[in-house]
């Protein structure tokens, strides 16, 4: 059983540019959520994917958005990226027999934004 | 004022020392209460998982869930080097499949344990 993994896992951009950051979900998961972790902070959640449409999302703006996959793979797309942006994206899968708030993390994409 | 609040240390403890993590919360919708464990440069990684009120145990380590309080703490026996990461308490509402993956965490304490 193969857990998340996540890619890549470091990346440095520059403000106004855009990242997509992808996220292979744990076996039998069916569910994918994205936080954000800035540095010396807890995650913040960022949105959930279930069926590949979005159905939860928390407090960040359009410009990032989401996409699921068939296979539950996702992808996070953050555009027009600010400096605040610096954070690690972690993405986590869920759901199957595991039960659906229980989460499995990858190790996360470390974005800097210069 | 934030949902859940945890003393984000850093929390020095000589090896074999009983730990003591705490987190208190203001949402009393909040059922389902975890604690992961970060290490440098990782994802987090679940620990305990616990429904309501009451204790849980896991060999060295013990959920407790104070829902009078809103408090919830881990402890860790006999700790070991090892153990030396950064802790995290979160909560959700739910387990439905809707939002159920919309956790709310802490902002995680730095627990070093020391030979």
């Known amino acids: 059983e193969t857990g998340v993994t996540q890619s890549p896992t470091h990346l440095i951009k520059t403000r106004g540019q855009q990242v997509t950051l992808r996220c292979s979900s744990q076996?039998?998961?069916?569910?994918v959520s994205w936080y954000q972790q800035a540095l010396g902070q807890g995650p913040q959640f960022i949105f959930q994917?279930?069926?590949?449409?979005?159905?939860g999302r928390g407090n960040f703006p359009p410009r990032f958005s989401g996409l699921q996959f068939p296979n539950y793979s996702s992808e996070l797309n953050v555009n027009a990226l600010e400096l605040d942006d610096s954070a690690l994206y972690l993405c986590?899968?869920?759901?199957?027999?595991?039960?659906?708030?229980?989460?499995?993390f990858g190790a996360g994409s470390r974005l800097t934004v210069l | 004022q934030k949902e859940v609040e945890q003393d984000p240390g850093p929390l020095s403890v000589p090896e074999g020392a009983i730990v003591s993590l705490n987190c208190t919360y203001s949402?009393?919708?909040?059922?389902?209460f975890m604690w992961y464990r970060q290490y440098s440069r990782k994802g987090p990684e679940l620990l305990m998982y616990?429904?309501?009120?009451g204790n849980k145990e896991d060999g060295r380590f013990t959920a407790q869930v104070d829902k009078s309080s809103k408090y919830i703490s881990l402890f860790i026996r006999d700790s070991q080097p090892s153990d030396s990461a950064t802790y995290l308490c979160?909560?959700?509402?739910?387990?439905?499949?809707?939002?159920?993956?919309?956790?709310?965490f802490g902002t995680g304490t730095r627990l070093q344990v020391t030979l």
């Open positions: 949402n009393s919708a909040f059922q389902y």
């Open positions: 076996s039998g998961h069916n569910t």
């Open positions: 994917y279930y069926r590949e449409e979005e159905n």
């Open positions: 616990t429904y309501s009120s």
């Open positions: 979160a909560m959700s509402p739910t387990s439905n499949t809707g939002t159920a993956s919309k956790l709310t």
């Open positions: 986590a899968s869920s759901g199957g027999t595991s039960g659906a708030n229980v989460l499995t």
